[in-house]
């Protein structure tokens, strides 16, 4: 479920090019967006190509597209890192690099815990709400 999406086009690409586009993706309504964010998706234009370095693996090109996205499914890395985190955490490991100094207290780590499964129920929460939307028959960008 995306939440966003921004789609920056460089070199020779017309405003009617990116119409085009995003036309052709709605009409293949592949990607579902949150329903709080009926438009979805931004575009920018630069009309100058972008720049490939001698040494870079990239292949110069007129035209191109970059995309930067913003989806729900950032939640299962969040998933993983908060059950790395409480690994580490239960063993007390690093834990003494942090106290020593009086940087931080342990409490800190316990409710910084916290609010990334407070972030991860909040994705959930957006996914969940808008399949229950749907399942309802309520707002769609089908038209």
Same mark, same amino acid.
């Given at each position: 479920?995306?939440?966003?999406?921004?789609?920056?086009?460089?070199?020779?690409?017309?405003?009617?090019?990116?119409?085009? *586009?995003?036309?052709?993706?709605? #009409?293949?309504? $592949?990607?579902?967006? &949150?329903?709080?964010?009926?438009?979805? %998706?931004?575009?920018?234009? *630069?009309?100058?190509?972008?720049? #490939?370095?001698? $040494?870079?693996?990239? &292949?110069?090109?007129?035209?191109?597209? %970059?995309?930067?996205?913003?989806?729900?499914?950032?939640?299962? #890395?969040?998933?993983?890192?908060?059950?790395?985190?409480?690994?580490?955490?239960?063993?007390?490991?690093?834990?003494?690099?942090?106290?020593?100094?009086?940087?931080?207290?342990?409490?800190?780590?316990?409710?910084?815990?916290?609010?990334?499964?407070?972030?991860?129920?909040?994705?959930?929460?957006?996914?969940?709400?808008?399949?229950?939307?749907?399942?309802?028959?309520?707002?769609?960008?089908?038209?």
């Amino acid at each position: 479920m995306y939440m966003s999406c921004f789609l920056m086009y460089r070199g020779e690409v017309s405003s009617k090019d990116v119409n085009e *586009a995003i036309k052709l993706q709605k #009409v293949r309504d $592949d990607i579902k967006f &949150v329903d709080w964010c009926p438009t979805g %998706m931004k575009c920018g234009i *630069a009309g100058t190509p972008m720049v #490939v370095t001698s $040494d870079g693996t990239m &292949v110069k090109t007129k035209k191109s597209v %970059m995309s930067l996205v913003s989806s729900t499914a950032v939640r299962h #890395v969040f998933r993983r890192l908060a059950e790395m985190f409480d690994v580490i955490f239960k063993k007390k490991a690093f834990l003494h690099s942090y106290l020593a100094g009086d940087i931080m207290e342990e409490n800190e780590f316990i409710e910084a815990r916290e609010n990334i499964e407070d972030l991860i129920r909040d994705y959930e929460d957006c996914e969940l709400d808008d399949d229950a939307d749907e399942d309802e028959g309520g707002f769609s960008d089908d038209g």
